[in-house]
């Protein structure tokens, strides 16, 4: 077994740990004194304490590996099986970050362009469900109103075909898709101007939630509502009159609208 | 040396035993790099507190990561008092790995019941929930390794240990170090780095 004999002569011995396990602590205090008046405070550190600290990190990291797993001096098949698994490793969270942030731009404006406010939303749902259940008239309060829309099943047709406010008032529109497949979107639109807008909507694209963007004959959208997600919007109602509300998805505005009456 | 007794043949020449804890450790990578780059992704993204700069005490957590380090100080010297077959120091130092574990968990325990009560839970933000996952999943393997070091440590009572069986204590070594590597890189990613974060700085409408 020379092989053997050979791989435990190149063994540290209880010197060289101790050396070690000096050197892993005195890496780790370094790491301490690098940051520690910064204890309590907001801060991001600056650009060269971040590199440094990640620098003395991978060189506790290595010489762990290299020692105390003794890859320094085990057969090189076992470095590259481990060493592989961090790589891709590494190329996952490469991958993950550059989902989120790459592709996305910011993913702060992205989830806030997406939130909905989770407290609020049920108690003007219930106020909304009291409203439009009983009566589907207009509300008479000329302070903020709230209406609830829905997509009917999975039926490309709103639940109803008819809304109402008051001119001036602050409108919120609570959409609801409880449909399995489809997604839609609600866009109020000038009287008679639905099926031109969806052919705009559709040039401009999913990015675009379907609405041709600074259109003047769209008063209000909301974005795209996946299917089983909900969605609000809220805005002022215009000036007196007839409107209508649609769904933009492609093919989706011929049976997908209804009249909004501004009163 | 007494190695005649498990000399294998493998089409490697290499222990497949070995071979698959490092398989294994390379794939572990892949689970904690996974974990880590999700806390990477949501860092500074949380809507609401607690945030780290709220509730991290770096000092506390230095302390437990030289506790954990010197562990790994001991899991060697049980690997060495296997290979000398000093039967005594193969079961204190193994002992004392499992203690230092012990005493790195406390410290967690500790911690994650602190932050607890200063209101971070693994549904309350998106920091607590990627922390939590994070360094409990970590825990939760160092915890695996310190019951493998007391069954480790029996049999080594019982005197079944020595240089013929070194390689069943070199393996529990590699697992070890690993917990020990992955807590290097959680460290000084979510404390050293991390511990100063905050949430937004402006949200609009807020």
């Known amino acids: 077994m020379a092989h053997e004999t050979e791989r435990d002569v190149h063994h540290p011995t209880f010197k060289q740990y101790l050396l070690i396990a000096?050197?892993?602590?005195?890496?780790?205090?370094?790491?301490?004194?690098?940051?520690?008046?910064?204890?309590?405070?907001?801060?991001?550190?600056?650009?060269?304490?971040?590199?440094?600290?990640?620098?003395?990190?991978?060189?506790?990291?290595?010489?762990?590996?290299?020692?105390?797993?003794?890859?320094?001096?085990?057969?090189?098949?076992?470095?590259?099986?481990?060493?592989?698994?961090?790589?891709?490793?590494?190329?996952?969270?490469?991958?993950?970050?550059?989902?989120?942030?790459?592709?996305?731009?910011?993913?702060?404006?992205?989830?806030?362009?997406?939130?909905?406010?989770?407290?609020?939303?049920?108690?003007?749902?219930?106020?909304?469900?009291?409203?439009?259940?009983?009566?589907?008239?207009?509300?008479?309060?000329?302070?903020?109103?709230?209406?609830?829309?829905?997509?009917?099943?999975?039926?490309?047709?709103?639940?109803?075909?008819?809304?109402?406010?008051?001119?001036?008032?602050?409108?919120?529109?609570?959409?609801?898709?409880?449909?399995?497949?489809?997604?839609?979107?609600?866009?109020?639109?000038?009287?008679?101007?639905?099926?031109?807008?969806?052919?705009?909507?559709t040039a401009a694209g999913p990015a675009n939630n379907w609405v041709p963007p600074g259109d003047s004959r769209v008063i209000v959208n909301t974005i795209l509502i996946g299917p089983g997600e909900s969605g609000e919007v809220t805005f002022t109602a215009p000036a007196p009159g007839a409107y209508q509300f649609v769904c933009t998805f492609p093919g989706h505005n011929f049976t997908m609208f209804g009249n909004f009456v501004v009163n | 040396m007494a190695h005649a007794a498990e000399h294998e043949y493998t089409t490697t020449g290499l222990s497949n035993r070995k071979m698959l804890m490092w398989v294994f450790l390379g794939s572990d990578c892949l689970f904690f790099g996974a974990l880590i780059a999700t806390y990477m992704v949501y860092r500074g993204q949380s809507l609401v507190g607690p945030y780290p700069v709220d509730i991290i005490s770096v000092p506390v957590t230095t302390i437990s990561t030289f506790v954990l380090l010197m562990s790994s100080f001991a899991m060697v010297q049980a690997l060495a008092a296997t290979n000398a077959d000093n039967k005594r120091a193969i079961v204190g130092w193994l002992l004392a790995t499992a203690f230092l574990g012990s005493i790195f968990i406390g410290?967690?325990?500790?911690?994650?019941?602190?932050?607890?009560?200063?209101?971070?839970?693994?549904?309350?933000?998106?920091?607590?929930?990627?922390?939590?996952?994070?360094?409990?999943?970590?825990?939760?393997?160092?915890?695996?390794?310190?019951?493998?070091?007391?069954?480790?440590?029996?049999?080594?009572?019982?005197?079944?240990?020595?240089?013929?069986?070194?390689?069943?204590?070199?393996?529990?070594?590699?697992?070890?170090h690993f917990v020990d590597i992955v807590w290097i890189v959680i460290f000084t990613l979510l404390y050293l780095i991390g511990g100063f974060d905050a949430g937004p700085v402006a949200l609009p409408g807020g």
């Open chain 2, 107 to 176: 410290f967690q325990i500790f911690e994650f019941n602190s932050f607890k009560n200063e209101g971070l839970t693994l549904a309350g933000n998106l920091f607590g929930a990627t922390f939590f996952t994070l360094t409990g999943f970590h825990g939760a393997h160092v915890t695996l390794g310190i019951i493998w070091l007391l069954c480790m440590a029996v049999l080594g009572a019982k005197g079944r240990l020595g240089p013929g069986t070194a390689l069943d204590v070199e393996i529990l070594g590699l697992y070890w």
């Open chain 1, 22 to 201: 000096m050197i892993l602590f005195a890496i780790t205090i370094v790491e301490f004194l690098l940051i520690w008046d910064r204890v309590g405070i907001q801060d991001d550190l600056g650009a060269t304490k971040i590199p440094l600290l990640v620098g003395l990190s991978v060189v506790k990291f290595y010489i762990v590996i290299m020692f105390y797993m003794h890859l320094r001096f085990d057969n090189k098949l076992f470095t590259r099986i481990f060493l592989g698994g961090l790589f891709l490793a590494f190329l996952v969270g490469l991958a993950l970050l550059g989902l989120f942030t790459a592709m996305n731009g910011d993913q702060r404006s992205y989830a806030l362009d997406r939130a909905i406010p989770y407290d609020e939303h049920a108690e003007t749902q219930k106020v909304a469900e009291a409203t439009t259940a009983e009566t589907e008239k207009p509300p008479v309060a000329a302070g903020p109103v709230a209406i609830t829309v829905g997509a009917k099943g999975d039926e490309l047709a709103f639940d109803t075909d008819s809304l109402t406010a008051d001119s001036g008032a602050e409108v919120t529109i609570t959409f609801t898709n409880p449909s399995t497949v489809n997604t839609h979107n609600l866009v109020i639109v000038e009287a008679g101007t639905k099926d031109a807008v969806a052919t705009d909507g």
